[in-house]
């Protein structure tokens, strides 16, 4: 069991920057695929980014490469998104979420295959 709380969502201009946090308690995130996901208002929740458990190769949506970047700090139990150069479209709930521990999500950017999810947390993009 993994339980996921994110934080660092806020107000920003387009242009700039935010880091979402991601922390667990229960087990490390060390041992689980853990991913972002977003969902803005109207729309499906959609694939952002995601690392691997154990060779933490990354793996990014499309309109994100370039400004998005997912990292993991295994002794503070969390992972990170940072995200530079946010635009408007930006704008929705960031959800972290995690899979089942040792085991390779086999299509990552699946909603379906994550196990674990956090509340979510608003980043709102001004313009």
């Known amino acids: 069991q993994v339980q996921l709380v994110e934080s660092g969502g806020g107000l920003v201009q387009a242009g700039g920057s935010l880091r979402l946090s991601c922390t667990a308690s229960?087990?490390?995130?060390?041992?689980?695929?853990m991913g972002w996901f977003r969902q803005a208002p109207g729309k499906e929740r959609e694939f952002v980014a995601a690392?691997?458990?154990?060779?933490?190769?990354?793996n990014y949506e499309d309109p994100v490469k370039g400004r998005f970047t997912i990292s993991r700090d295994n002794a503070k139990n969390t992972i990170y998104l940072q995200m530079n150069n946010l635009k408007p479209d930006d704008t929705a709930v960031y959800y972290c979420?995690?899979?089942?521990?040792?085991?390779?999500?086999?299509?990552?950017?699946?909603?379906?295959?994550?196990?674990?999810w956090g509340q979510g947390t608003q980043v709102t993009v001004s313009s």
């Open positions: 690392i691997r458990w154990n060779t933490d190769e990354k």
């Open positions: 229960g087990r490390g995130v060390s041992i689980y695929d």
């Open positions: 979420a995690a899979g089942s521990s040792f085991t390779h999500i086999p299509v990552i950017a699946s909603e379906g295959s994550y196990r674990y």
